[in-house]
Structure formats: C-alpha cells, structure tokens
C-alpha cells in the first residue's frame, strides 16, 4: 500500500510540471473572438477619496 502511495505521488507530481512547465498554452477560438471584440478597455475610477477615515482618527 505504501508503494501505491508513493506512485501516485510520483505521478501526480510528473503530470502537474508537465502541465505547469513543458505545455504551451494554445489559444481557442473563443478566446480569440472575444479579444477581437474588446474595442475599450475598462474604465477605473480611484474611488479610494470616498472611504471612510479609520476610525479613532480626528478628521
């Protein structure tokens, strides 16, 4: 049983740097097609003037 266990450890450690280090991330079509239709990117808006002063502070 422990030599079960030490496989699957040594599996699972194999499969997760194949799939974190050696495979290239490919691009699906979905993907394409909605970089495609970003036309804007997203508005921001410093909102950090609206909070609240801590409390215990004299202002």
Excluded: C, H, W
């Excluded at 804007?40 to 215990?56: K, R, T, V, W």
């Amino acid at each position: 049983m422990p030599y079960l266990f030490g496989g699957l450890v040594v599996l699972n450690a194999i499969t997760l740097g194949y799939y974190l280090f050696l495979q290239q991330p490919t691009t699906t079509q979905t993907l394409k097609a909605a970089q495609d239709n970003i036309t804007q990117p997203l508005e921001f808006i410093n909102s950090a003037e609206y909070i609240p002063p801590i409390i215990g502070t004299r202002e």
